[in-house]
């Protein structure tokens, strides 16, 4: 089945509502086995990405850079990394092998970006913290920011510069500030990913397209790098008090075999979030990706239109997409009725035995 026959969507409206995969290459896949993610590892995974349901994947910048993520001299996030973005990093392959893997994602249906900067609301929207009030307002200023000129929003939940939606949203304080960040902070990790997978159904269903960092789709929580292998700058120039990125860039798991000797230690227990064996289990966070992106691509109502709030009890999200399909997000702290609907086609947990709709829990639905 080619791409164009996977999808409701109308070609010419295909990339307005695209869902990206945003790689960082050296955590993604080993391809050689020297630790060290590669351009390689990328091309064995493709495979996986057509599997999940995307439409293309966004490398972070692969080229060579004169400031290295684990150079304290580096750059700020905001500086210009390289005076030559046609080069290559050794360490992750070479420019025959960008060539190589833009080809082969092409044959499998996958369109290849390279990370540029970012979508300022889009930075709103994924520094927003888990209230209702204030992502309606973040949705509001990115669809009216856009509607000008007559472009798509894209919303993003992480990338590898936050810390991970499942730990932040398990926290006290949800919001995103790299300038409070610090060691030790007390996280709910069973309640930051039913928070996660809510906000997953949340961020699927919005007008616009879509950006998914690496490892969001198996629910990976930051992970505690011990100090004396922490490399990124931020941490260095903070004086070792801020605990910097690399909790979002520790190596994915893909099987309960541990990458060899990784650039980054993967924490103990980084097996129970491995792909192979969530892609087993239905109720796992990978399932819950794949089927929402399988939705997403089989109906128009992901296609052109906008979305229309619905009333909604105080803490719930709900509006509406064209062809009848409603999203509804409960971040209040008791369940309520969700929509009138005829039909639920997915939930992000299951639902209470009375048909409310509980706390921290999204659902999508038919009308």
């Not at 520094?127 to 472009?151: Q, T, V, Y």
Request: aromatic share 6%; hydrophobic share 40%.
């Amino acid at each position: 089945m080619t791409p164009d026959e996977r999808t409701a969507v109308p070609a010419s409206d295909r990339w307005r509502s695209a869902a990206v995969y945003q790689v960082y290459v050296r955590s993604f896949a080993d391809g050689d086995g020297d630790g060290t993610g590669d351009l390689a590892g990328v091309r064995a995974r493709l495979p996986y990405l057509v599997d999940l349901g995307v439409d293309a994947l966004c490398l972070t910048p692969a080229y060579a850079s004169p400031f290295p993520d684990d150079d304290p001299a580096g750059p700020r996030t905001d500086e210009l990394r390289t005076p030559d973005p046609r080069t290559v990093d050794p360490a992750l392959g070479t420019l025959a092998e960008v060539e190589k893997l833009i080809v082969e994602a092409r044959d499998a249906g996958l369109r290849t970006l390279v990370a540029g900067a970012p979508d300022p609301t889009a930075l709103a929207f994924l520094s927003c913290p888990w209230e209702a009030d204030r992502l309606r307002s973040a949705i509001d200023d990115a669809l009216a920011a856009h509607a000008p000129i007559d472009a798509p929003a894209t919303w993003v939940l992480a990338t590898h510069e936050v810390t991970r939606t499942v730990t932040r949203y398990g926290r006290a304080d949800t919001a995103f500030d790299p300038a409070t960040e610090t060691f030790g902070t007390p996280t709910d990790l069973s309640r930051g990913t039913r928070r996660a997978r809510a906000a997953a159904l949340l961020t699927l269903a919005l007008p616009g397209s879509v950006h998914l960092y690496q490892g969001e789709e198996l629910g990976l929580p930051e992970a505690e790098v011990p100090r004396d292998r922490i490399r990124d700058p931020a941490h260095l120039r903070s004086g070792g008090r801020a605990p910097g990125r690399d909790g979002c860039r520790v190596p994915l798991p893909w099987s309960a075999e541990p990458w060899r000797d990784p650039w980054l230690p993967q924490p103990a227990g980084w097996d129970r979030y491995a792909a192979d064996r969530q892609a087993l289990d239905p109720g796992s966070v990978l399932s819950l990706y794949r089927e929402a992106l399988r939705l997403r691509r089989a109906s128009g109502a992901f296609g052109g239109g906008g979305a229309a709030w619905l009333p909604a009890p105080a803490g719930v999200l709900a509006f509406r997409r064209p062809d009848g399909l409603v999203c509804a997000v409960n971040l209040g702290w008791r369940p309520v009725p969700p929509p009138a609907h005829t039909r639920l086609l997915l939930s992000s947990g299951p639902l209470a035995g009375d048909g409310l709709l509980p706390q921290d829990t999204a659902v999508w639905l038919r009308t």
